[in-house]
Each structure stands twice: as C-alpha cells, then as structure tokens.
C-alpha cells in the first residue's frame, strides 16, 4: 500500500450535517454554505498526503468563510 492508497482510505467525504450546522449557527442559506464546505474540501484533499482531519479543517474553514460572506451579514438581516 502506498501513500496516495492510505491518503484515499482517510479521505473525508462531504458531511451534510456539518453543513446544515454551519448554516444554522450562521444564518446563511444552506445551498451557500454547502458551495463553500464543498469547495474547502476540495481544496484541502488535493494533493494532501495526510486526510484524517480534513473534514475538521473544512468545516472551520467554511465557517470562517461564511461568517465573513456579505450574505450573512446579520445587520442587514436585522432591518
């Protein structure tokens, strides 16, 4: 078994329910934030020798990304 065979038996797949937790604490719509998780992951996976804790490192990544994303932002929203 090689590297790239152990990094595949790792490798995280997209977690809907993580998804659905960031738009609720965020208020962003889901399609968005599913967009933006998928996209993270994506980034993360690529090349990545070592994938155990990509699904953590996506999702705060995503979080962070959505928080600071215009379409959530709550004062907007409040008005």
Known sequence: M???????SHAMVF???IAEAIARDTGAPIDFVTRV???ELHTLTC???????VNVLASRRARMR???SPATDRSVANN
């Open 37 to 39: 998780y998928k996209e």
């Open 15 to 17: 977690d809907e329910q």
């Open 66 to 68: 959505v928080q600071k």
């Open 2 to 8: 090689d590297d790239r065979e152990i990094a595949a």
């Open 47 to 53: 090349g990545a020798r070592i994938t155990q804790f």
